[in-house]
Nanobody, 122 residues
């Protein structure tokens, strides 16, 4: 089992920045890929970014490229999502996910955090 706990969400105005954190515990060695997804009300859970614990194989959704940065601190078992130049359309619940192989679909991941709300006002 892997436990994931997100933090760092909040309410900001357009153009502001936020940093989300995801602390992983448990059998983290079984989940080589960490990812962030987001889900807006009435919409599907969408891929945002992913990274391997090794720091390689970083990918972003087109909608966040150039604005968001995913990183990890392997010593702290923590993954981060730095979000800059936030837009109202970034408003969603952001979820941290872990899986052995990763992928761009939510069903590629076995473990999920509880989510953290990000609200961006215009």
């Amino acid at each position: 089992q892997v436990q994931l706990v997100e933090s760092g969400g909040g309410s900001v105005q357009a153009g502001a920045s936020l940093r989300l954190s995801c602390a992983a515990s448990g059998r983290t060695f079984s989940s080589a890929v960490m990812a962030w997804f987001r889900q807006a009300p009435g919409k599907e859970r969408d891929f945002v970014a992913r990274i391997r614990w090794s720091g390689s194989n970083i990918d972003y959704a087109d909608s966040v490229k150039g604005r968001f940065t995913i990183s990890r601190d392997a010593a702290k078992n923590t993954v981060y999502l730095q979000m800059n130049s936030l837009k109202p359309e970034d408003t969603a619940v952001y979820y941290c996910a872990a899986g052995p192989y990763g992928g761009l679909r939510s069903n590629n991941y076995d473990y999920w955090g509880q989510g953290t709300q990000v609200t961006v006002s215009s």
